[in-house]
């Protein structure tokens, strides 16, 4: 097989056991991803793997030589898609790993899916035409050439400021402006997330003024989310543990100050902007680093200082690895001959 030609439409399939579906908002990141992609022309499907035996279904049926005439190239999410991936033979493969399948959480009870798919990931990136992870310290801890840094891209057409008011209006929150709202949005019962750490700084200050309270925002529609980001005052991320947290992103493109652990890239998405903070993974530091937050802009330059992270630049990206790794496959099938 060789590349496709301009005048063909280059055919993707992804992997993955995390896709928004019925009830679940869970990958729904990767669903913007793709929305990205395919608005630069690629036809994608996405093969969502459910069920107790999904990765064995998903292996019999990426092995199937048939694929390889439907498409170009098979794209695995997390190391045991990117294991489902491996098994068609015929057309080159890619693997983006997510964070847990490469770094280990030092709060967290490690689990033996966790231990196995850190286990593999090393030996998948070595065996892949091409890795993609968020952030460099991914790409040192796979230890393979093949590996290249590729944020996630926001959407800026979908996370758009508007005004506090409206936004606390539709919520049913307080107008009041002397009202601060911190959110937390992130699964309460995650301890990697530390809702725990929100919930007491933001006890702490309530002792200097009651008027702030915690807001959670979870498993709720994007939608939604990016109304409560435009009603709140502040985001707290008290994470363990992030690759490069999608949620800080898109807080900044709405100008929602950001107080987060140093995790992932927070420290260079949120590094040049006046109202963010880096913190300790405390209550008492994380209430110090909050008071500072709201006392200071009640909004951020957050979007434009994020302006390089957009959905389509970052798609574009994927879709040039796609077509070197094509590339490569094609001057690698002609010395073999086929």
Not at 157 to 171: G, K, M, S, V, Y
Not at 233 to 251: F, I, N, Q, R, T
Request: glycine residues 6%; hydrophobic residues 40%.
């Amino acid at each position: 097989m060789s590349t496709a030609s301009p005048q063909r439409q280059l055919r993707v399939l992804i992997v993955t056991a995390a896709y928004p579906s019925a009830g679940s908002h869970r990958g729904a990141f990767l669903e913007r991803e793709v929305e990205g992609i395919r608005q630069l022309g690629v036809h994608i499907d996405v093969a969502h793997l459910q069920g107790r035996a999904k990765y064995v279904r998903g292996l019999l049926t990426t092995a199937s030589p048939a694929l390889a005439s439907r498409y170009d190239i098979v794209h695995g999410h997390y190391s045991f898609c990117g294991a489902v991936a491996l098994a068609q033979l015929r057309l080159p493969k890619i693997i983006t790993f997510w964070g847990s399948d490469v770094q280990r959480d030092p709060i967290t009870p490690d689990s033996r899916a966790n231990r196995v798919s850190r286990a593999i990931s090393p030996w998948l990136a070595r065996h892949a035409s091409a890795c993609i992870v968020p952030i460099q310290r991914m790409a040192d801890q796979l230890h393979s050439p093949n590996v290249e840094v590729v944020p996630q891209g926001i959407d800026f057409a979908f996370f758009t400021t508007i005004p506090q008011a409206e936004a606390r209006r539709q919520l049913g929150l307080s107008p009041d402006p002397d009202q601060r709202y911190v959110l937390f949005c992130a699964n309460p019962a995650q301890t990697l997330k530390g809702y725990a750490i929100a919930e007491g700084a933001v006890n702490l200050m309530r002792h200097y003024d009651p008027r702030i309270s915690l807001v959670v925002a979870n498993g709720l529609p994007h939608e939604t989310v990016v109304t409560y980001m435009n009603a709140c005052d502040v985001l707290a991320v008290p994470s363990s543990m992030e690759s490069g947290p999608y949620v800080v992103k898109e807080a900044m493109a709405v100008n929602l100050p950001v107080v987060a652990t140093d995790v992932g890239d927070v420290r260079l998405i949120t590094g040049q902007t006046t109202g963010c903070y880096i913190a300790e993974r405390t209550a008492e530091d994380f209430a110090t680093k909050l008071w500072l937050s709201l006392h200071g802009p009640r909004r951020t330059t957050g979007r434009s200082d994020i302006a390089h992270l957009s959905r389509e630049r970052l798609a574009q990206r994927i879709v040039a690895i796609y077509e070197r790794v094509l590339r490569q496959h094609g001057r690698r099938r002609n010395k073999r001959g086929e």
